[in-house]
């Protein structure tokens, strides 16, 4: 079925191509619902699985921040504070509505009239998907400059400061969020009428809005893995010097194994959803105007998308506590802590080590 074969009941476009409904079939999406993964069980098991991921980690990080003295692992620890409490928020926020539509199955037409509600889960989905992306990038920006400039006080962030930024990122991600409310593109209800996204229709405000959503997402992705990549192979080298073989320091290389999880899945996970909206509004733009309906086959993939999205979420506060020195020195007992970075670096005056050390 091709985009111009779909048609609203009732042949009823025109009054619903400006407002969040009409976009796929809703009878279609209801009847399918039960024998799909849109089943109430497997949005509520995951759901409850990322919840209870992001709090454990989230009790873990806060023990871990009150005996650091590091103020570079310090910040580090605000950066992920903040990308374990917006994965838990993003979760409780979307499920508080998916998951009662999937039991009570209530009609959206009826309970959100205005789009009201439709709105705030769509603006939920960008802003909660968008911040992930982009805090990865920042915490790997950081990491990039505290590692190849370890001794310029510019690359030193306080605790304050890190929260600044976590605050900077979260108030961009919710004016993009803003912007179909505020004219520029809308939110629509999505298959199987659970919940509300960016809509893959070829007119002009949605396509910019989509591009600007996955182009954002994809060159943070891409910033993360430069940032990323620079870092490991400057520990490398570093480490591979002959007159500092034996000696590493520990809460660097954690905390690059961490960044590198983190990108590893967010890449996994986002990626596919990414390329897959620039190529549907791009493919799409000769029939610009003249489609009010998404296909099916677009639909189940964007929900397919959407569910690999979700993942994201609940494997983000697993690399934390998985890979952190407590845990890994339990399984390789060989680990044991060694002296700071000062000492891969050639021999400093004492006055300016004993300087660098104090701050």
């Not at 790997?140 to 190849?148: D, K, L, S, T, V």
């Not at 690359?155 to 400061?161: A, D, H, L």
Request: hydrophobic content about 45%; aromatic content about 12%; some cysteine.
């Amino acid at each position: 079925m091709g985009w111009g074969d779909m048609e609203l009941p009732n042949g009823s476009t025109a009054g619903r191509s400006e407002t969040c409904f009409g976009v796929f079939n809703a009878s279609d999406g209801r009847n399918n619902a039960q024998t799909s993964i849109t089943s109430p069980w497997f949005s509520t098991t995951f759901g409850l699985i990322g919840l209870c991921s992001n709090l454990f980690a989230l009790c873990v990080l806060l023990s871990s921040s009150r005996k650091l003295s590091s103020q570079a692992r310090s910040s580090f620890l605000v950066f992920l504070c903040g990308l374990v409490v917006t994965d838990f928020m993003g979760l409780l926020v979307t499920a508080s509505v998916i998951i009662p539509y999937h039991f009570i199955k209530f009609t959206w037409t009826e309970v959100d009239p205005g789009c009201h509600l439709c709105n705030f889960l769509g603006f939920s989905m960008v802003f909660f998907g968008q911040c992930p992306l982009l805090l990865g990038a920042t915490m790997a920006g950081e990491r990039f400059f505290g590692i190849n400039h370890p001794f310029s006080r510019s690359t030193s962030i306080s605790k304050r400061r890190a929260w600044s930024i976590v605050g900077l990122v979260w108030g961009f991600s919710g004016l993009l969020g803003l912007l179909p409310v505020l004219g520029l593109g809308r939110y629509t209800l999505q298959y199987p009428s659970s919940w509300c996204f960016l809509t893959l229709l070829p007119d002009t405000g949605n396509v910019i809005f989509c591009l600007l959503f996955a182009l954002l997402g994809i060159f943070s992705v891409l910033l993360s893995f430069i940032f990323n990549t620079v870092s490991v192979v400057t520990l490398c080298r570093v480490y591979h010097d002959r007159e500092s073989v034996q000696r590493r320091r520990d809460s660097e290389v954690e905390m690059m194994v961490q960044l590198v999880g983190i990108m590893i899945i967010a890449t996994i996970c986002w990626m596919p959803l990414l390329i897959f909206i620039v190529q549907t509004v791009l493919q799409q733009l000769p029939a610009s105007g003249q489609i009010q309906m998404l296909p099916t086959a677009t639909q189940k993939m964007l929900l397919i998308y959407i569910r690999m999205v979700t993942w994201n979420q609940i494997l983000d506060p697993w690399v934390y506590i998985l890979f952190r020195r407590a845990v890994l020195q339990r399984i390789y007992p060989s680990l044991r802590p060694r002296p700071s970075i000062l000492s891969l670096y050639p021999v400093l005056k004492p006055s300016l080590r004993r300087k660098l050390t104090a701050d």
